[in-house]
């Protein structure tokens, strides 16, 4: 079990490497689109079926689509790698930042078994202790859809 | 008393002020009165101040008492009373001569205002409580002697001769402020009645020093060898600022400095004496100069400089009573001299050479008048200078070589001056004469009557009464009356070689004379020369290296700095990213750090 | 459990390094989302670890906001795509010098 987390994880590092050098966006695209599909079967192997779907759903399925739509609309191909040296020095910090909290980390005593809840437990909880944050995130999601189409019609 | 003495000081400065701001307004001759009007005013006052013989100290205002006890205080006293009254008694009469003298010139109001402000400094100076007060007054009449030199300022000459005269002047006031600083360093004090209590406590070294210093001050203010370089270029100014300035009040202040501080004086002999040397030896060289000279203006200016060398060779060697008469004397018959100067150069429509000059039978009272100055020159009894003049020749037997160079004097000052007359006034006529002007005559004959009847000024002795308080010894017949020969073989010399007659002036001796001694060639080319140079350095260096450099590098790196932050505001949206983040990753491994 | 939780964050600089090193738009957009996603995965893992049930509940909001603001963004590109007719972030450089 541990070791299928393992897999997963290390696979999906190595994806969004992969996006990092590639050159054609669809391919990127494509990437993402797998790299969420892994996170979503880490959440399902974490024990929480629910946040599985919700990934699926949403960024697989609804965010990828989007954008693979967005491409094809303005209809973009390739584009230029990266500048060698920003990338040493961005890379290099970001090992070291890394190595800087995976030492941090290193010590802290993590528990053995981890804590599942109930799921009614947590919509419970989300419908009455963030009941605001929920409201809010459905005006977000409506103000988004109607700004986007809004600025982006024909006159 | 006091308000009188109040009032009669701040007068001349009042009207200045007026003059100066709201002068061109009125009609210009109204001006010239009103300004004179108010020198009439302080001579009144002090007329009546000098006939009550009420002593006192008035104190304006109270500046500092620690760590040194400086004031602005005036002093009333016998000696600053009695030349407070010659400097406005003479002031006055110079004004009332430069109403008609000046009136066809341009800045006339310009002229009174610089004039009243002179006679203020002149009389802060004499009547100053202290030497901070006198050094007010001291420098206050240097700047309006530059101010009235460079009058006609369009002249370059003109601004030239006035900014050699400041600048020599300052040379004096630099070694003058030494001077001061030294008593002050030493008395806490500058009041001129404490520290004749205190000047006993001070070390005698630093009393040498201090009179040295003070004296040369008075060098330069009074134009004696060798910063006497100004004065004969200063004649480029008005006739009355020459008769004025730089004939009976300015030049004067010198010496009325050695006499104020005449207890200091006496404690240091050695300095006296050799001040005393100085006087005698500008006497002579100065007299030699006036030979030789052929602009008239300038034998006047070369006869004040040795004029000066008597009253400071009689100062020198404690003859202080018959030296501050020879003062007074002075006033009179130099400033009838340039007077009567001005009329001539008038009618001759402003010519000045002396050799252009002849027959001027036409100007009868000028002839009078210029004899009675010259004869008050030559100190020929009856006038008051006979007793001052070989007054202090004769008293001065207590010191050899002094009485022989001071009697050699008067041989070529009668010499000078007669020749002066005879080749104006005698002989053909070189240039057209017009008419005196009549107005003028009124000023110079005053003066006139002022230096024959001067003698009854000392009645009793009573201006050597203001030092000593015994008069002097009289002396024997014998020695009083060899300078009186001398003078008068000057005169019969002048008489037989320039009277109606033409004389060839040349010869080596006349060449050097005529160069005076190459003494101003050698100081203008090569000193001023050096000096010029050394500004230049300056200018360079300091100037345009340092100052300048300073400001434009200021102003250099504030644009330097800028382009470095508008280099900051690219529009470029992933180069704020990129700073964005790069900051963040740096705080965080700080940050991280600490838990290594 | 600490080697996944390591990992993770391992995921999410990697998104942050996407955004800084990428100059297309929709790159940006990509490493947006990746970093939102495994940000989302981190929280809950916490929530996990720690006990408290409010990680999850982060999870599902933040779901939504990275939902609306994929949409807002793609709208951006096309408005770029409008004005300049290319998407890399260094042409868009009018507020500068």
Known sequence: ?155 | MKILLIFALFSPLLTSIISGFYGYRIKRIFVGWICTFSIFFSFIFFLILYLNPLEFEILLYNWMNSPFNINFSLIKDKLSSLMALIVSGVSFIVHLYSIYYMKNDEGYVRFFSYLNLFVFFMLLLTLSGNLIIMFIGWEGVGLCSYLLISYWYKKESASKAGVKAFVVNKIGDVFFIFGIISILFFLKNLNFYEIKNLINYVPIEILKFSGICLFIGAIGKSAQFPLYIWLPDAMEGPTPVSALIHAATMVTAGVYMILRLSFLYLLIPDISFFISLMGSFTAFYSALCALKEDDLKRILAYSTISQLGYMFAGAGIYIYGKSFFHLLNHAFFKALLFLVAGIIIHSLKEEMNIKKMGNLKKLKYSNILFLIGALSLSGIPPFGSYFSKEGIVSESIKEPLIYLILTITSFLTSLYIFRAYFIIFYGEEKTEIHEENKKLLSAPIILGIFSILSSFLNYKGNIEKIFFKENSHPNTIFISFIPLIFSTIGILTAWKFYYKKEIEEKGFIFELVENKFYFDKILSTHFVKFLYKISEIFEKFIENGIIEGTINGIGKLNIYLSKILISFQKGSARFYLKVFFTFLFFLLIFYLLKFV | MKIIYILSILLFLNGILIIILKRSFIYILMGIELSLSSLSFLLFLTSRILGNPDGEIYAIIIFGISASGVAIGLGILINLMKRKGTQEIEEFKDLGK
């Open chain 1, 1 to 155: 079990m541990k070791e299928l987390l393992l897999i997963f994880m290390i696979i999906s590092l190595l994806i969004s490497y992969y996006i990092i050098f590639s050159r054609k966006i669809i391919y990127s695209v494509l990437s993402l689109f797998l790299i969420f599909i892994l996170i979503g079967i880490l959440y399902l192997l974490m024990g929480s079926p629910f946040l599985f779907i919700s990934q699926i759903l949403i960024y697989a399925g609804g965010i990828i689509v989007l954008m693979i739509f967005a491409i094809y609309t303005v209809g973009i191909k390739e584009t230029e790698g990266i500048n060698f040296k920003e990338g040493i020095i961005a890379f290099l910090l970001n090992f070291l930042i890394f190595f800087l909290i995976a030492n941090i980390l290193k010590n802290y005593p993590f528990p053995k078994k981890f804590i599942s809840f109930k799921m009614d437990f947590i919509f419970d909880t989300l419908l009455k202790d963030y009941l605001i944050a929920f409201e809010i995130v459905g005006i977000l999601i409506v103000v988004g859809i109607i700004g986007t189409f809004l600025s982006v019609r024909e006159r």
